[in-house]
């Protein structure tokens, strides 16, 4: 038995996707399709239905594109406040916007550190996501999450709402500081069986 809310949040899930087939050649939209399905879909209802389509389309489309290529073992970190000039959407938040590879404690270490730096966060959206990527990193395809281990990597996209801020050297503070707590993160993961 489904809440209103739960249906609401289905059916803004719904829009959003439809609003990426109106948008975007095929091929494109179908691979923003089951991204966006995987993003938002454990956020909860009342996380979204205050956004509109064009900024849910817009943060989904800008974190994907962020992680269009990457190689494995080394994390894509972007901070910024989106304009919709700019990057496509906007929100009166700033946004840290993560690729990396999925491994234990990112959340946490991040939500941390952003609290460390005084960044109040007021949301996380942290989809664990599979992708098969080619030989020089760059995205080929988002799976299903019961698509074939062997065939593909599980990558973290983490996206994390935080106090508003312009100043190009906070911001930068933050990146680094998110930086250094994922470093943290894969030393601490992969010194741990040693």
């Given at each position: 038995?489904?809440?209103?809310p739960?249906?609401?949040?289905?059916?803004l899930?719904e829009?959003?996707?439809?609003?990426?087939?109106?948008?975007?050649?095929?091929?494109?939209?179908?691979?923003?399709?089951?991204f966006?399905?995987?993003?938002?879909g454990?956020?909860?209802?009342?996380?979204?239905?205050?956004?509109?389509?064009?900024?849910?389309?817009?943060?989904?489309?800008?974190?994907?594109?962020?992680g269009?290529?990457?190689?494995?073992?080394?994390?894509r970190?972007?901070?910024?406040?989106?304009?919709?000039?700019?990057?496509?959407?906007?929100?009166?938040h700033?946004?840290?916007?993560?690729?990396?590879?999925?491994?234990?404690?990112?959340?946490?270490s991040?939500?941390?550190?952003?609290?460390?730096?005084?960044?109040?966060?007021?949301?996380?959206?942290?989809?664990?996501?599979?992708?098969r990527?080619?030989?020089?990193g760059?995205?080929?395809?988002?799976?299903?999450?019961?698509?074939?281990?062997?065939?593909?990597?599980l990558?973290s996209f983490?996206?994390?709402?935080?106090v508003r801020?312009?100043?190009p050297?906070q911001?930068?503070?933050v990146r680094?500081?998110?930086?250094?707590?994922?470093?943290d993160?894969?030393?601490?993961?992969e010194?741990?069986p040693a």
């Amino acid at each position: 038995m489904s809440s209103k809310p739960d249906e609401a949040k289905a059916g803004l899930i719904e829009k959003t996707v439809e609003h990426a087939h109106a948008k975007l050649p095929a091929e494109q939209a179908a691979r923003l399709e089951a991204f966006v399905r995987i993003y938002y879909g454990a956020v909860a209802a009342d996380d979204l239905l205050e956004r509109s389509v064009d900024d849910l389309y817009g943060a989904a489309l800008a974190h994907l594109n962020f992680g269009a290529r990457r190689v494995a073992g080394e994390p894509r970190i972007r901070v910024y406040t989106p304009q919709l000039e700019e990057h496509g959407w906007v929100s009166t938040h700033t946004v840290v916007e993560i690729v990396n590879d999925d491994m234990p404690f990112l959340v946490d270490s991040v939500s941390m550190e952003l609290n460390r730096l005084g960044s109040g966060v007021h949301l996380i959206i942290h989809p664990v996501v599979r992708v098969r990527r080619d030989e020089e990193g760059r995205l080929l395809e988002v799976l299903p999450h019961d698509a074939e281990a062997e065939t593909c990597e599980l990558e973290s996209f983490i996206h994390a709402e935080i106090v508003r801020e312009t100043d190009p050297a906070q911001l930068q503070e933050v990146r680094t500081g998110v930086e250094r707590a994922l470093a943290d993160v894969r030393a601490a993961v992969e010194d741990w069986p040693a």
